[in-house]
């Protein structure tokens, strides 16, 4: 329906008498597998989407020699992204040239662009996608939509400019979801707690349709479910179910925190039954030397996992949390406490091209920046990732002005914009700093390079005669600045012999690995087991994610990531009824925790520099939400496991808490 | 316009408002279902009040009535007729940040800034409140806004900067 | 989202109010809209007429009247939460008024809208039911009191007719009781999943008298008779809790099953109790 007004749409829209034949829902994985279910594609006769196998080593030996085996199964419960701000799209036509420009609330301009072109046959050429200041994305806006296509369309052929913005409860419905995945679990170890080998199959809702990476996302968790651990034998077996609930997609961590729960939660089981402690069990089992070619065939950069455990441990107090835990036990306390680990291993930064090509990706995982330094001294830097939120602004400038010697504030990041910056792939998986900010690293070492030819030209010196700092080369006494530089350049009265005017250079960076961060976290719960609810007393978190260029846009990432993966374990939760209807089809009834339900958080670091590029960083978007999910669930069952609790489905509410104690009980 | 879809329905429902926003004096025609926000966004160009749900909340578009917090979704137009109105691009003055604004930046307190201008407007009207408040406090003061970014920490540490307590 | 379209008159008077209720078919009183407005968004209502009282300033009043306190119904529950009379006289109104919502909706919403609205998971309603709160309405045959526990029928049901308007709520005022009011929620700005009010007088260590009121435990705030007479000394207080649940009728949805609002409901009515007879 299209009209001049909002609410002139919504009348016309409800005039509209639609007659809908209800057909059978099914809306579980598993139970769309079974025979006889719905199914939700009739020309593919069945909800088996695909199977994906990864395995390495001799699993079935592992497994028949070893002396203790755990066996787990664990709910991931399907979520609701929730960016803020709801998607909108605004298309306004050039009639006269043909030309079209879309403003989208997306992650992806540069991704949006191509593949608009190829659904709406708008020419590439006349297609610009621009993402301005975007109020969070979180993997929901890492998609091209029905709605951005439609309004392209719909703008072309009326020759006017269309909006559409979406309502949130509409978002609910419309925009991609996350998780919703069955996973089992096993682990072969020794009767010591020795982790051999890992057994992991997922089961995995897809939803009706395949969004633009549905099929991919528990993939990208396919490497990890050996964690943070030395194992020899792996095996990994995915199977994608269409079902008859809005597709999944990729949400913050997309397959990551999936695996991370899956192992740090069986971790803990290993330990109970071989009689260790969480933290004993991990340090018996960390990998230890880097780089480090991992069972499941990737190859882990650098780390020191027990640094970062160490530094949590202190952070935390480890002894004294104990001894309060033991205490309530022994004056049967109502109030349980519970500590929960999680010392996970991400890998993150997406991607080296040629493995995204061999998961049959349909793009590359490279970026590119372009510098500009122009007369007056002041510098443009395109960037082709897309922030919207990340404040890459802010670490970008810094990495130019580290480089430049230019001040801080004369420098201005330019993106979101193809017509602005042509070349990008835009921001999700933790990429942006370790592969775009890389390429803005190398497009500033070439503009100095340039510079230093100049400079050698201009000061009469041998390149390697200059020394060069704070944007200043140096030399016999002479003097010159990457400023003058930049002006030298733009007037070209003074170059060396054929050089090109202009001090500007670009830089595509692929790089040649993932980026690895680790770290630990430690959730500490209040469990009241007359009411079943949970409290998050404490978060400690210590991270190693490389190099820091920002250390509070790096907290504030943290912060933000735990709250989401704690929101997991707690909270939040989309539901379905049996006919398929969205029962939190709003943000009364789906969760998302305000202030009041969180505690502030005690981070600390470790740091481990990347050595698979130049600035040795590892990306930090996702860690948070990897890690924090698996170390609540691990304090909820630990609070209760004296008591005989041993698992509590996600997210833990004070009913299925209260069930679980009465189980035990009884 | 379309025709009203009930029987006896006014020819013309628009009733005529006075609304002063950021201090200025506004003399509006308004359909009475068009809900505050939109009179803000839309007819005032004061864009900052932001949209995040349909259910009263998230608190993205919290401005203050009469000096007190509320969430401008959930009130009609027609009802802040002869009210004063404070929205974020009412908060600065001379070009200088208000103190909370301030505060939100230096403690890095937002990442996306959707949620921000609700946050901003919500602690404005905490700390009228309760000028010192407890950390407790704050997080139950903030109880009626969400944000999906900063998981709160830093925006309990800017509120504490603007009221002057904690570090 | 977009409300249907409606007509919208401001009453200057509560007369004036009745007459233009009466002025059409499926018109409604709007207060300070928090409770009506959500669902003219999502087109869940859709009167005709809205009548707003919500600019009455002479509705909007707490004043001492003798054995009881009185309120005017557009009284902002923040209002309630920090105004000294209700502290003084009726603690346990001033502490729930400071649980609805979030403090948004205390700055808007009202307690006569709250309680014209008939939630059955709203706070107020429960309170005033155990205070045995009488509710003063004025329709078009004049006004009359309605005791809190008769006013409530159902959900989103109360004995207002369509051209009655709720004015005033008088509380008896507590004196030396003792009292409390446990709200349990998922999330700070949720509705209650259960609540419990209770109010215990008591003289030398007897209780005289219990009232004990349930918030979410049905299709209106539930009056537990059982619970109440059972609690005749103060160790009664667990015992009086296991039947708590005895006349409740509670809901199945996302906050919790009836099973566990039982259970929640006798937790919660246990710990209410010990306050009360303990404050």
């Known amino acids: 329906m299209i009209a001049e007004t909002r609410a002139e749409a919504r009348d016309a829209a409800e005039l509209v008498q639609v007659e809908y034949e209800p057909l059978p829902a099914v809306v579980d994985p598993e139970r769309a597998l079974e025979d006889g279910a719905p199914i939700v594609h009739d020309d593919f006769g069945t909800n088996s989407c695909y199977t994906w196998k990864l395995s390495a080593g001799d699993v079935d030996e592992e497994f028949g020699n070893a002396s203790v085996v755990v066996k787990e199964r664990y709910r991931q419960q399907r979520l609701i992204p929730n960016a803020m701000e709801p998607r909108g799209v605004i298309v306004q036509p050039f009639p006269a040239t043909g030309e079209l420009t879309m403003w989208s609330a997306t992650q992806i301009p540069h991704i949006a662009r191509v593949t608009l072109s190829m659904v709406t046959g708008v020419p590439e050429a006349k297609l610009r996608v621009v993402a301005p200041d975007v109020g969070g994305g979180f993997g929901s806006k890492l998609n091209v939509y029905a709605e951005e296509a439609l309004a392209l369309v719909l703008a072309r052929k009326l020759g006017r400019p269309i909006k559409w913005i979406e309502t949130r409860t509409e978002g609910y419905q419309a925009t991609i979801h996350g998780r919703d995945q069955i996973q089992e679990i096993e682990l072969a170890a020794t009767s010591e707690g020795k982790i051999r080998a890992v057994r992991a199959k997922l089961t995995v809702a897809m939803g009706?349709?395949?969004?633009?990476?549905?099929?991919?996302?528990?993939?990208?968790?396919?490497?990890?479910?050996?964690?943070?651990?030395?194992?020899?034998?792996?095996?990994?077996?995915?199977?994608?179910?269409?079902?008859?609930?809005?597709?999944?997609?990729?949400?913050?961590?997309?397959?990551?925190?999936?695996?991370?729960?899956?192992?740090?939660?069986?971790?803990?089981?290993?330990?109970?039954?071989?009689?260790?402690?969480?933290?004993?069990?991990?340090?018996?089992?960390?990998?230890?030397?880097?780089?480090?070619?991992?069972?499941?065939?990737?190859?882990?950069?650098?780390?020191?996992?027990?640094a970062h455990l160490d530094a949590a441990l202190e952070l935390l107090d480890y002894d004294a949390v104990r001894k309060d835990q033991a205490e309530r036990r022994e004056r049967r306390d109502t109030k349980e406490v519970g500590i929960g680990f999680s010392t996970y291993l991400e890998m993150c930064g997406l991607a080296p091209s040629r493995i995204l090509g061999a998961i049959r990706y349909g793009a590359g995982g490279w970026d590119a920046a372009t510098i500009r330094f122009l007369p007056t001294g002041t510098v443009q830097v395109l960037i082709g990732t897309s922030?919207?939120?990340?404040?890459?602004?802010?670490?970008?400038?810094?990495?130019?002005?580290?480089?430049?010697?230019?001040?801080?504030?004369?420098?201005?990041?330019?993106?979101?914009?193809?017509?602005?910056?042509?070349?990008?792939?835009?921001?999700?998986?933790?990429?942006?700093?370790?592969?775009?900010?890389?390429?803005?690293?190398?497009?500033?070492?070439?503009?100095?390079?340039?510079?230093?030819?100049?400079?050698?030209?201009?000061?009469?010196?041998?390149?390697?005669?200059?020394?060069?700092?704070?944007?200043?080369?140096?030399?016999?006494?002479?003097?010159?600045?990457?400023?003058?530089?930049?002006?030298?350049?733009?007037?070209?009265?003074?170059?060396?012999?054929?050089?090109?005017?202009?001090?500007?250079?670009?830089?595509?960076?692929?790089?040649?690995?993932?980026?690895?961060?680790?770290?630990?976290?430690?959730?500490?719960?209040?469990?009241?087991?007359?009411?079943?609810?949970?409290?998050?007393?404490?978060?400690?978190?210590?991270?190693?994610?490389?190099?820091?260029?920002?250390?509070?846009?790096?907290?504030?990432?943290?912060?933000?990531?735990?709250?989401?993966?704690?929101?997991?374990?707690?909270?939040?939760?989309?539901?379905?009824?049996?006919?398929?209807?969205?029962?939190?089809?709003?943000?009364?009834?789906?969760?998302?925790?305000?202030?009041?339900?969180?505690?502030?958080?005690?981070?600390?670091?470790?740091?481990?520099?990347?050595?698979?590029?130049?600035?040795?960083?590892?990306?930090?978007?996702?860690?948070?939400?990897?890690?924090?999910?698996?170390?609540?669930?691990?304090?909820?069952?630990?609070?209760?496991?004296?008591?005989?609790?041993?698992?509590?489905?996600?997210?833990?509410?004070?009913?299925?808490?209260?069930?679980?104690?009465?189980?035990?009980?009884? | 316009m379309l025709a009203p879809n009930f029987p006896g329905r006014k020819e013309d429902a628009v009733r005529r408002v006075s609304i002063t926003v950021n201090g200025a004096e506004h003399d509006l025609d308004l359909d009475p279902r068009e809900l505050l926000v939109y009179v803000l966004r839309e007819r005032l160009g004061l864009t900052g009040t932001n949209v995040g749900c349909d259910t009263s909340s998230c608190g993205a578009c919290t401005v203050l009535i009469d000096g007190e917090s509320v969430k401008s979704c959930t009130v009609l137009g027609v009802q802040a007729d002869g009210q004063e109105i404070t929205t974020i691009e009412g908060l600065a003055t001379n070009g200088s940040l208000h103190p909370v604004q301030e505060a939100f930046k230096d403690t890095h307190g937002l990442q996306c800034g959707y949620c921000t201008p609700g946050f901003v407007m919500a602690t404005v009207s905490l700390l009228r409140e309760t000028p010192s408040p407890s950390e407790e406090q704050i997080r139950h003061g903030l109880e009626g806004n969400l944000c999906r970014c900063t998981g709160y920490h830093n925006i309990v540490r800017a509120v504490q900067q603007a009221a002057g307590v904690g570090v | 989202?977009?409300?249907?379209?409606?007509?919208?008159?401001?009453?200057?008077?509560?007369?004036?109010?009745?007459?233009?209720?009466?002025?059409?078919?499926?018109?409604?009183?709007?207060?300070?809209?928090?409770?009506?407005?959500?669902?003219?968004?999502?087109?869940?209502?859709?009167?005709?007429?809205?009548?707003?009282?919500?600019?009455?300033?002479?509705?909007?009043?707490?004043?001492?009247?003798?054995?009881?306190?009185?309120?005017?119904?557009?009284?902002?529950?923040?209002?309630?939460?920090?105004?000294?009379?209700?502290?003084?006289?009726?603690?346990?109104?001033?502490?729930?008024?400071?649980?609805?919502?979030?403090?948004?909706?205390?700055?808007?919403?009202?307690?006569?809208?709250?309680?014209?609205?008939?939630?059955?998971?709203?706070?107020?309603?429960?309170?005033?039911?155990?205070?045995?709160?009488?509710?003063?309405?004025?329709?078009?045959?004049?006004?009359?009191?309605?005791?809190?526990?008769?006013?409530?029928r159902g959900v989103f049901e109360t004995a207002l007719g369509p051209q009655d308007v709720l004015t005033e709520i008088r509380i008896p005022k507590l004196g030396a009781a003792g009292w409390t009011y446990v709200k349990f929620t998922r999330r700070a700005q949720d509705w209650a999943t259960v609540g419990v009010a209770a109010v215990v007088r008591r003289t030398n260590g007897t209780i005289d008298a219990a009232a004990i009121a349930l918030t979410n435990m049905g299709p209106t705030p539930v009056r537990a008779r059982a619970a109440e007479g059972a609690l005749k000394t103060p160790d009664d207080a667990a015992g009086a809790a296991n039947v708590v649940a005895q006349e409740s009728d509670p809901p199945t949805d996302t906050s919790g099953s009836a099973d566990y609002r039982r259970h929640l409901a006798t937790v919660l009515a246990r710990r209410a109790l010990e306050e009360a007879i303990s404050r």
Request: contains cysteine; proline residues 6%.
């Open chain 3, 1 to 152: 989202m977009i409300p249907a379209p409606f007509d919208y008159e401001v009453a200057e008077s509560v007369d004036q109010a009745v007459e233009l209720l009466g002025s059409r078919d499926d018109a409604k009183l709007l207060a300070g809209g928090h409770s009506l407005i959500p669902l003219l968004r999502l087109r869940f209502a859709r009167p005709a007429l809205l009548v707003d009282i919500g600019r009455m300033d002479d509705l909007r009043y707490v004043r001492d009247a003798g054995e009881q306190l009185a309120i005017g119904a557009m009284t902002r529950h923040n209002d309630l939460q920090h105004n000294p009379l209700v502290q003084e006289h009726t603690p346990i109104l001033s502490h729930t008024a400071g649980l609805i919502g979030d403090p948004q909706v205390r700055h808007r919403g009202t307690i006569g809208g709250s309680v014209a609205h008939g939630d059955p998971a709203s706070d107020l309603p429960t309170v005033l039911t155990a205070l045995d709160a009488d509710l003063v309405v004025r329709g078009p045959g004049g006004e009359r009191t309605v005791p809190a526990e008769e006013f409530f």
């Open chain 1, 387 to 666: 922030p919207h939120g990340q404040s890459h602004e802010t670490t970008f400038a810094q990495i130019v002005a580290d480089q430049l010697g230019v001040g801080y504030d004369e420098i201005e990041v330019l993106h979101g914009d193809t017509a602005v910056t042509p070349l990008g792939m835009d921001t999700y998986g933790s990429r942006s700093l370790t592969v775009g900010g890389i390429a803005v690293y190398k497009a500033a070492e070439r503009i100095v390079e340039k510079a230093r030819k100049i400079a050698a030209h201009q000061l009469e010196v041998g390149e390697d005669e200059l020394a060069y700092d704070g944007g200043r080369f140096t030399a016999n006494g002479g003097a010159l600045t990457t400023k003058e530089i930049a002006l030298q350049a733009w007037t070209a009265h003074n170059l060396p012999d054929g050089m090109e005017p202009g001090l500007e250079a670009s830089y595509v960076f692929d790089p040649e690995n993932f980026s690895w961060p680790a770290g630990t976290h430690i959730a500490v719960v209040e469990i009241d087991t007359e009411t079943g609810n949970v409290d998050l007393i404490r978060y400690v978190a210590v991270d190693d994610v490389g190099k820091v260029i920002n250390p509070d846009v790096v907290a504030g990432q943290i912060h933000g990531g735990v709250t989401q993966g704690v929101a997991q374990a707690l909270w939040e939760e989309a539901v379905y009824d049996d006919d398929g209807n969205l029962i939190t089809g709003s943000m009364v009834n789906y969760l998302v925790p305000s202030a009041a339900e969180v505690p502030s958080f005690e981070l600390g670091s470790t740091e481990t520099p990347s050595p698979t590029n130049p600035l040795g960083v590892k990306g930090v978007g996702e860690t948070g939400t990897i890690a924090s999910t698996a170390a609540v669930m691990n304090a909820v069952v630990d609070a209760l496991s004296a008591r005989g609790v041993t698992d509590i489905d996600m997210p833990a509410t004070p009913e299925r808490v209260w069930r679980a104690v009465k189980e035990v009980a009884s």
């Open chain 1, 208 to 306: 009706a349709y395949l969004q633009l990476v549905t099929p991919g996302v528990p993939l990208l968790g396919a490497w990890l479910y050996s964690g943070a651990y030395d194992v020899v034998a792996y095996d990994f077996e995915c199977t994608g179910v269409f079902t008859t609930t809005t597709p999944t997609d990729a949400y913050r961590g997309a397959g990551r925190p999936e695996a991370t729960y899956a192992i740090e939660r069986a971790i803990d089981a290993l330990a109970r039954k071989v009689g260790k402690d969480p933290v004993e069990i991990r340090r018996l089992n960390f990998l230890r030397e880097f780089p480090k070619t991992i069972a499941s065939g990737l190859t882990v950069d650098s780390g020191d996992y027990d």
